[in-house]
């Protein structure tokens, strides 16, 4: 006789047990990743754009949205080709969970890895849809400009603290 569990996946296995098809679902799809970070370094006296950080340094998220992301759907136009157009779009995999750091406290791969779970908003919990995450603004929708309309160096002006915000 063969059991099946009512226990959803996402709290059975860790994220380096999903399958790819797991994996892939546990994404919220807030597009908070899209965002341009920096990275404040007060022995440098100056804000970076980078893709790795030292002890010492701070991340600053702004509300400078990668070119290729579609604010509406919040989803990006060239997600199987994002790594080669955009070589500091970080690819969060099962092999480089130590990166989750970069993610908003918000995020699900990050939530799961602090054993947290999964917030009520997420669309796994609302049958497939993301209207639940709009609705309580955890995702970019209607807060973002693209970073083809403004120069790097106006990066700065635009750090915000709305990504970190975070709903059970």
């Not at 099946?4 to 994220?15: C, D, M």
């Not at 546990?26 to 970070?37: P, Q, S, V």
Request: aromatic share 8%; proline share 4%; with cysteine.
């Amino acid at each position: 006789m063969t059991t099946t569990s009512s226990v959803p996946f996402w709290q059975e296995k860790s994220l380096e047990e999903m399958s790819r098809v797991e994996w892939e679902s546990i994404c919220d799809g807030c597009a908070k990743c899209c965002l341009h970070k920096l990275i404040d370094d007060d022995a440098q006296d100056e804000v970076i754009d980078t893709t790795h950080m030292n002890d010492q340094e701070e991340l600053h998220f702004t509300s400078v949205a990668c070119r290729y992301l579609n604010d509406k759907k919040c989803e990006c136009t060239v997600y199987k080709q994002r790594t080669h157009l955009v070589p500091s779009c970080i690819q969060l995999t099962q092999d480089n969970l130590e990166q989750v750091f970069y993610m908003p406290t918000s995020c699900s791969y990050r939530r799961l890895q602090e054993g947290r779970g999964l917030p009520s908003w997420h669309p796994l919990l609302n049958k497939g849809k993301k209207s639940a995450m709009h609705k309580a603004g955890m995702s970019v929708r209607g807060k973002i400009i693209f970073d083809d309309m403004i120069t790097e160096e106006e990066f700065e002006d635009y750090i915000v603290v709305w990504p970190l915000k975070d709903l059970d």
